[in-house]
């Protein structure tokens, strides 16, 4: 395998990569306004176990980092349609600027991008991985979709999370062992684990301003979308179940206000987040990147 130049051996080959395929395979008046300088925290975590597992990361580990990070702009383009969001990554949303019918297409095509790179692989259980990936992300998406306005379980929001969001980062941590042609399970579930925590937070990002976190706010919530604050708001009070199933956001939104919600979550999931990193410290420098400014807070 040719091997990556250490010196060079970050998310920055990924990013350019992606740069390159999207530069060269759509139109530019789509690839000027696409969205494209993400967090790149799958990629990251990534990288840390193909370098853990091999030592040094490789042009093919690249490849199957770039075509995970497609996969995840795609479902991003069609979040933006699904959410009515006009802001992504700081910049208007393709749907916003080109419609929604322009921004399904393009998220299609850049799926198919993806999958080009992997069958390019040529590893069968990859293929078959990226594919159970997708599937389980877009049944996720199904059931969220399907319950919205809904009171449901902690359970039915843990399942949603850890496949709508869980299953690419655990996608990430079990590439290098499928590249090794001895899959472990753990490692994916040490990815998973890492999304559900992403989730979670990002569900707390969604009470920030758009200027903070440079995308569309207050969208599940308005959306009726069931979420890491609001399971917790419905567990302080049982007859926000009313207000829910009705659509009345604003006084769920009070009621977190009032009662600190907000700030019980936070300190629930850094809790969380905490003992994790406690079992894996070999993350700790990647934790600190991805989640450090909401640690901290």
Do not use: C
Not at 143 to 157: A, F, I, K, M, P
Not at 204 to 216: A, M, N, Q, R, S
Not at 255 to 282: R, V
Request: no cysteine.
């Amino acid at each position: 395998m040719e091997q990556i130049d250490e010196i060079s051996m970050d998310s920055q080959v990924v990013k350019d990569r992606i740069d390159e395929t999207l530069k060269t395979s759509i139109p530019s008046v789509l690839y000027r306004s696409i969205p494209l300088s993400g967090k790149m925290a799958r990629a990251k975590l990534g990288l840390l176990m193909f370098k853990k597992r091999f030592g040094s990361v490789y042009a093919e580990h690249i490849d199957s980092l770039v075509a995970l990070e497609l996969v995840h702009l795609a479902s991003l383009l069609h979040d933006d349609v699904v959410d009515n969001s006009d802001m992504r990554r700081g910049k208007p949303s393709i749907n916003k600027v080109f419609g929604n019918a322009l921004a399904v297409i393009l998220g299609d095509n850049i799926l198919s991008l993806a999958f080009n790179i992997v069958e390019s692989l040529d590893v069968e259980e990859i293929r078959l991985a990226f594919l159970d990936v997708l599937t389980r992300m877009s049944k996720a998406e199904l059931t969220e979709q399907l319950n919205r306005y809904r009171v449901v379980s902690e359970n039915t929001y843990l399942e949603v999370v850890r496949n709508k969001t869980g299953a690419l980062f655990g996608l990430a941590t079990y590439l290098p062992s499928l590249f090794e042609g001895d899959p472990q399970e753990k490692d994916y579930a040490v990815g998973e684990k890492v999304g559900i925590f992403f989730q979670m937070m990002d569900d707390l990002l969604d009470f920030e301003t758009p200027e903070k976190v440079g995308k569309t706010t207050f969208l599940d919530i308005k959306n009726g979308v069931f979420s890491f604050p609001v399971m917790l708001a419905l567990k302080q009070n049982g007859s926000l179940e009313d207000a829910i199933k009705s659509g009345q956001w604003h006084i769920i939104w009070q009621f977190m206000k009032e009662n600190g919600t907000l700030k019980t979550a936070k300190d629930m999931l850094k809790e969380e987040i905490k003992k994790f990193l406690s079992k894996n410290e070999w993350l700790e420098g990647y934790v600190n990147t991805v989640f450090g400014a909401f640690l901290s807070s």
